[in-house]
DNA sequence: AATCATGGTGGAATCGTTTCCATGAACGGT
DNA sequence: ACCGTTCATGGAAACGATTCCACCATGATT
């Protein structure tokens, strides 16, 4: 009740004030041919009435949609912001509207969003996806534009990810050049990936791998820290932990000063993804820095462009050496 | 060229396998009124084939279009993508779709994407305004069901936003009750309501206010960096600072290591925004805690139930006392 | 001089849905 | 037995854009 809030102007209106036919505003606007004279009258007349084409009606015809679709575990989680500021900086350069969406890491709200951005003619999509490739076979026969972005889980889907196994190798080389013999690794689903590359360079160090030194949390902070809390508690063997991102990092932090578990005298942490706060920490965290805002850039770069998509894009990590990581000083600790 | 990528099934595709007329598979799936009979044939057609309305001929049709956008200054501020997270959340409950678009606290590229969301026929915003309340009246007057959060700009346009004056006055009568009584303000941009609170409750105080106790920054990191450096430098008189956000206390807190001023006992900082680092960080920060989620979850359940919209709604801020702030020593520093 | 190529232009079909309206059947009341 | 009411149903219009196609005028070629 707040005004009469006017209508929109149609293409109709603008023909009309012009005094010519809606195709020939229609192709005017696109860039289409027309006489000089025609083109000022329209264009005079579209600015005159501050003429917006409605992009409905367009989508509606061409039976393309545009805009994108972006599918991210938690935006709370700065990495998962910054790769949603990467796709959302190289979208605005194309005008092209994103639509996000937050699937908390479960298949089921995947699937159900990705049915919502259907509905809505989306065919163009970037995802972190959360469950296994096979929960994306109806939605690319669907005719769905699919980029992966952070995670790889199909063979026949372009992805943007940060490279996982040499960054995993640095962490561990740097971790076993200090003397720890014991590293574990905690991780969140949906990184089989690094889970793979981690103990592959456990193997090819020649380090002890007994078991259970792989630990997984889901997307929430409540679980990345009972994961933590439960890895320093019941494996006091381990000297050092690779924390698979900055959430698990933070609930590392505070589950070691919570049990009195000193870093780095008693056990070295080295986090994944570097965020402003890394050097702020006490002690500052030794990172394995990810270019998130890049994999986003580049995701949206290759759904929009469209053509001549190569299979994958992986872009470099980058230890970052602060004061977490120290070398072991006897035993095991306790 | 990656497959067939199967049309699209219409309504009417649905219609013939049913047997029925369109409307009539409309109005079922409608909810209108159809016989048990025809409503089971139907039901069942559009099951087997799989069928989804098209969200494009629906809206193209009734005038009002779904989906809600959002515009937020910095999607890699914690607090903003905490906002996100509870649009999204509400949002998600409706089956809603969100768009999302940054503005960098820049009236230009705000305007710029509400032109975007208007071409899309968005007729719901939620927007955390960057520049003053006269920017907005094009778009109220195009009809847009507009909702501020964070900041009120405009009285004539339902808002959510923390409470700002309670909050800056429990930090200021926390400070001045340790004895402070040069306090200065590092804010953003946009924080007009604020910088008024904090005048306010200098001048309620009895603390002087000689002059350019308040410090603005732009969106950037670095242009925050720069501010708290600014402002440590040349006021050597002044020994507690509140930051209007939790990138201005991270700058604040590396700028003070950089210019080795150390907190507490040379400044105290107090920082509006608690994030999960604050309490990591060395010293951990005091904090004015701010409901962002919730923020984020009213405005939109403002946006999308539409009626009866209450003129503004406040949500409290909370003291979270840590170790950022100590009593003054003895004299300014230096 | 008659015909053909050219290029600007507008009418009309189309996209997929909702909704108005007319139709026809069934049924109950007088 | 006839008429009026109710109800399910399907045809068709409408939403706003693009684009095919026919049309006409002009200029060039034979």
Redesign the interface.
Known sequence: M??P??R?ITIKEVAEAAGVGVATVSRVLSGGSASAETREKVLAAAARLDY??????R??RR?R?G?IGLLVP???D?FY??L??GV??CA?SY?E??????TGDDPEREAE?I???????MDRLIAVPSGDGEMWAPA????LNVVFADRRVRA?VPSVVPDDRAGVLTAVEYLAGLGHRKIAYLGRHGQSQRVAAFTAAIASLGLPDDGDLVVHARAS?DSAYAAAAGLLQHRPDVTAVIAGGNVLG?AA??AARELDVRIPRDVSLIMFDD???A????PPLTVIAQPAQDIGYRAAELVLRHGRRPPAVTLPTQLVVRASCGPIVKTSRR
């Open positions: 707040n005004g809030t006017q929109r917006r084409p409605s992009a409905l009606g989508n509606l039976q949609t805009g938690d935006i709370t700065s912001a910054r949603t500021d959302l900086s605005r005008g509207p994103v639509t996000v969406g937050v969003l049915g919502t951005l259907i509905e809505q003619s690319l026969r669907a005719g026949d902070r933070e932090v505070l965020v402003p706060w050097e702020l920490c006490s």
